[in-house]
DNA sequence: GGCCATTTGTTTAAAGTTCAAGGAGGGGCC
DNA sequence: GGCCCCTCCTTGAACTTTAAACAAATGGCC
């Protein structure tokens, strides 16, 4: 495909500019993302749901209560901390309510609030099911990789993972940061 | 929590080994990670679902199908190529067929298969949406790394993905590796 | 040919996610 | 107080994904 020959001078029509195609090379890295990205997430899925009975995002859910103090934290806050929105949470807390892993509780101070309390049956799942869960990411990722590759993924995607980040998310709350 | 003294010379009683938990700034790394692939694959999700109509993973099939000689592949062979199982694809696929993107064809060869084949129609969804999502793509990712770290990001996620890769995928399809 | 394990792709139901809409409370402003 | 807009969280419907079960066709083997 040839760029025309207003590519750079565009006239006075408005003209979509000729798109920014990925480069060969470009092609094969991202390419290699999305693929790593699939299988592992489908992977750590897979261990989750067969050891501990729910899926990854979950599970990250009850390790976030685990680390808030009195394990307990406000709906909206546990949503931005694991960067899902709250829909999506209050569903996944109506299950995880089901399974007594987690139950709901007003707030005092805001008759609109809810937290979210891990419950001592839910951190009993999280003791018992950890090890497994950081054995397989350790098997997928951590044992396979240098060092150096590690401390570069580690910035790499934290520079991306900035650039997504919605503008507001957290401007009040900036310890969450 | 402390190592119990057995734990590097176990006696004869079967005990679990002290898991390997991630160090402090492995979890960094980890949870740099997930975010950054989260709220990537949300962001994706939504420009496509937005410009196109259709999910990422839908829109990575349209696009297996058009490289594919004669824009066309059969099932397992997507399937493989997008990393999916088959039943989320026979459901894709339906779905893009009821959208008149794809439409599927038997197999001559041999009866129980069925290719998948871009339709003119899917082939200019296609080119009309690229340019928009590729932008995405570069302004997400490309833009906001150096030469050195995409380059980078494609070997560790190579690793990654070639650790996951089940053993028996693509066998006898070695081409397709 | 006949048998049997395997491959291919679909189907069903249950579970999870998304989107848009909505109830209820907070908080500023008059 | 009363009004209005915003935030907090939930809901229901539509859609997607998963897991397990299935029919049909293949291919090796006797």
Redesign the pocket.
């Given at each position: 495909m040839k760029a025309p020959a207003s590519a750079s001078t565009p006239g006075s029509v408005a003209e979509p500019p000729e798109p920014r195609w990925l480069t060969q090379e470009e092609q094969r890295v991202w390419r290699s993302f999305m693929e790593g990205v699939t299988l592992l997430d489908?992977h750590l899925?897979?261990q989750l749901?067969r050891d501990a009975g729910?899926?990854h995002?979950?599970y990250g859910l009850l390790v976030k209560l685990a680390e808030a103090p009195r394990r307990r934290l406000?709906?909206?806050e546990l949503a931005m901390l694991a960067k899902?929105?709250?829909?999506?949470?209050?569903?996944?807390?109506?299950?995880l309510e089901k399974n007594g892993w987690v139950h709901?509780e007003d707030?005092p101070d805001?008759?609109?609030?809810?937290f979210a309390v891990l419950t001592d049956q839910g951190y009993e799942v999280l003791r018992q099911t950890a090890p497994g869960h950081v054995e397989a990411v350790r098997q997928a990722v951590f044992d396979r990789l240098t060092p150096e590759q590690q401390k570069s993924l580690g910035e790499i995607m934290r520079i991306i993972a900035e650039g997504l980040q919605p503008a507001e998310a957290g401007a009040d709350l900036p310890w969450l940061r």
């Open positions: 489908d899925d897979r749901q729910m899926p995002v979950y406000r709906m909206t899902i929105t709250r829909s999506r949470l209050s569903h996944a807390i109506a299950r709901r707030c805001d008759k609109r609030g809810q």
